[in-house]
């Protein structure tokens, strides 16, 4: 019988992409996916360490899996990569003793079938935290785990080092990959039938080829938008100092590129983004906000924002909330500041707003935006915009659901034979987070 692994993600678009990265390795060494961790041979935890509440759902989970093995006599390979693995390391086997047995950093992911199967021939733990240069390129055959939209990395690391901010010391520093690499990974996610791909890196527009020096960001997406089979192309993250006039003509000119720019901001006081190292103001933010509206008229903004940072006063929140009512974003990730290791708010700052002040700041925060964003999807409603079918509801046999340009959910009845197509879609009510609608089968079903 072929072995067995079970793949569990915690974190962001970047591990979901590592996950499938790594589930195309077992695959190729002879592995079948399963859901169920009592069937597995190997129980590999995909890790998160941008928050704090991340690292607690790993020891939680290794203590289900000791568990497991105490009631059920089963004990499969644990193994623990991603961002958590490359900050602990040693320190995971010490906190959760007995289960790990693989222990793989965030730049050695390609020796995973290696590790895993020296620590099933010697049941000791293995750990490597080594900062291969180019091990993520070229980065192997994904497992794609979406039938419509395929991730594609482009870069790797940070060297930004905002105070707040583990990413550089989990991930490395920035590291492209090469053009022609990237433009192949495209061209086979559209011949497997991906309408749409999702560029992936710290900071896309930092973009810079490694193997022709002509080629930034906007080159790159050009070279996109020429791929035969590509009809959506999103990307996560810009950074907001590093946007030029280039780049937002090139997202007027090519209709490939969505209407979406996620544009983190962090805080709405000029004080606070100091402090964190972000390089920009509250001023100039707004006035890079108004500029790509102005450009960019259907352009859906969204962002990330920290409460309860070191040293945030009531006045610096106010600033908060009133630069999230300026900026009107389509949606927003929001968190209480947690210190991470060997950050240099961490190291420097006292984490000094209490975690009863953080909670009151996140509830009328996430209020005010949930407010902004349901009056942006009541004014869909009537409107008839195109929707890529992206999947099937769980719940309702009938219904899908799908994305606008703009990045807005939009639920439809319709049969799941229409995944993957785009398809216009007249828009009859809204709520918060989605809208729903009707297709006419006289419109290009």
């Known amino acids: 019988m072929a072995r067995k692994y079970l793949i569990e993600t915690f974190g962001c678009q970047m591990n979901a992409h590592d996950s499938e990265r790594m589930a195309g390795l077992l695959e190729q060494a002879g592995y079948e996916p399963t859901l169920d961790s009592a069937d597995a041979d190997v129980v590999l935890i995909n890790t998160c360490s ?4 991340a690292e607690e759902k790993l020891f939680t989970r290794l203590g289900e899996l000791r568990m497991m093995a105490q009631e059920q006599g089963h004990s499969p390979i644990v193994a623990v990569a991603g961002c958590v693995a490359q900050q602990e390391g040693q320190a995971i086997l010490t ?14 992911i390609k020796r995973l079938p290696m590790l895993v199967s020296q620590a099933a021939e010697t049941r000791r733990p293995v750990i490597d935290l080594n900062p291969y240069e180019d091990v993520t390129f070229p980065l192997g055959l994904a497992r794609r785990s979406d039938p419509v939209r395929a991730y594609v990395t482009i870069i790797e690391g940070c060297n930004e080092f905002c105070s707040f901010c583990v990413v550089p010391y989990t ?12 433009l192949a990974e495209v061209r086979q996610a559209a011949e497997s ?20 020096p002509a080629c930034d960001f906007v080159g790159l997406l050009k070279a996109i938008h020429d791929v035969p089979g590509i009809e959506r192309i999103r990307f996560a993250s810009p950074h907001p100092r590093h946007f030029d006039d280039r780049f937002l003509d090139a997202m007027q000119s090519l209709p490939k590129v969505c209407r979406h720019l996620h544009l983190p901001v962090q805080s709405g006081s000029s004080r606070i983004l100091a402090a964190m190292r972000r390089r920009y103001t509250r001023e ?30 009531d006045a610096d929140f106010e600033d908060t909330l009133s630069l999230t009512e300026a900026a009107r974003f389509h949606s927003m990730f929001s968190f209480k500041y947690s210190p991470r290791p060997n950050t240099l708010a961490d190291k420097r700052m006292a984490d000094d707003v209490s975690e009863e002040e953080k909670t009151r700041r996140i509830v009328e925060l996430q209020a005010l935006q949930r407010k902004i964003q349901t009056e942006l999807n009541a004014s869909l409603v009537g409107q008839t915009v ?7 509801s769980r ?9 606008t340009s703009q990045n807005v959910v939009v639920n439809l009845p319709g049969s799941a034979d229409w995944i993957g197509r785009t398809l216009p879609v007249t828009i009859e009510r809204s709520s918060a987070h989605s809208v729903w609608g009707q297709h006419q089968s006289g419109a290009g079903a």
């Open 284 to 313: 100039s933010y707004l006035s890079l906000v108004e500029r790509i509206r102005r450009q960019l008229p259907d352009v859906a903004l969204s962002t990330d924002m920290i409460v309860g940072f070191p040293g945030e006063t």
């Open 395 to 403: 719940r309702r046999e009938t219904e899908l659901s799908g994305r």
């Open 50 to 53: 941008v928050r704090e509440r």
């Open 386 to 392: 195109d929707v890529l079918i992206d999947s099937a």
């Open 193 to 212: 039938g991906h309408p749409e791909v999702q560029l992936l890196g710290q900071i896309v527009n930092h973009y810079a080829a490694p193997d022709d």
């Open 171 to 182: 991930r490395g520093h920035e590291r492209m990959r090469q053009k022609a690499d990237i």
């Open 95 to 108: 906190r959760a003793p007995g289960v790990a047995d693989v222990i793989i950093g965030t730049q050695a």
